[in-house]
């Protein structure tokens, strides 16, 4: 049975950090891209950035750079984004994705619609 399960979200205040997690199980964790998403209220999923297979290769959207760092632990099946300089503009509800890979690469820039897996999300909301 797959679980895909994020945790880490919460309330924080401008300037702020928090370190989102995501737990995955049923599936062969080191064979797959992982992604982490986002949805604040009515707007549409972006993409916040990708880690491949090995977690040598990271994609980050612009509006992240510098501040989130996605990394993955294939040992514990688990996949982190690290949000620093957290503005009230990333507040939205953070999802993480799987998607599987034929090779050790990160796709860059993707809304999603081609990840397998998802998980419930955890809302992350920063106040001013």
């Known amino acids: 049975q797959v679980q895909v399960v994020e945790s880490g979200g919460g309330l924080v205040q401008a300037g702020g950090s928090l370190r989102l997690s995501c737990k995955v199980s049923?599936?062969?964790?080191?064979?797959?891209?992982l992604g982490w998403f986002r949805q604040a209220p009515g707007k549409e999923r972006e993409g916040v950035g990708c880690?491949?297979?090995?977690?040598?290769?990271?994609y980050s959207t612009d509006s992240v750079k510098g501040r989130f760092t996605i990394s993955r632990d294939n040992a514990e099946n688990t996949l982190y984004l690290q949000m620093n300089s957290l503005t009230p503009e990333d507040t939205a509800m953070y999802y993480c994705?799987?998607?599987?890979?034929?090779?050790?690469?990160?796709?860059?820039?993707?809304?999603?619609?081609?990840?397998?897996?998802w998980g419930q999300g955890t809302q992350v909301t920063v106040s001013a």
């Open positions: 994705a799987a998607k599987f890979s034929l090779d050790d690469s990160c796709p860059g820039y993707s809304t999603g619609n081609d990840y397998n897996y």
């Open positions: 880690i491949s297979r090995s977690g040598g290769r990271t």
């Open positions: 049923g599936f062969a964790f080191g064979f797959y891209v």
